[in-house]
């Protein structure tokens, strides 16, 4: 069985390295100008950069848009935790 079946479409644009719009994002559990960590159902995703903004997040629809020098984005699949948020109120 393929370890992917059964998840929420993830896809990500880059635009310039300025401007980024990611689909399939079901939380965002840290993130500050130079580092934003997001969740997927394919992993967990950083984002990093230098005067990261979240201009937008709808985890209803799973969109995140970021902007800012963006640097990296690196999939990360161990040691995935609860956002503060959800530990807090869960």
Known sequence: MNEFENKKEHSFT????E???????????????EEIQAKTD???????????????????????????KITALVYVNDGVKKSTFRRLFS
């Open 19 to 33: 401007y980024a719009t990611l689909d399939g994002v079901t939380d965002v559990d840290a993130f500050n100008e």
């Open 42 to 68: 394919y992993g967990a995703l950083t984002i990093k950069g230098e005067g990261l903004h979240i201009e937008e997040l709808d985890l209803t629809s799973g969109c995140l848009k970021v902007n800012g």
């Open 14 to 17: 880059v635009k310039n390295r």
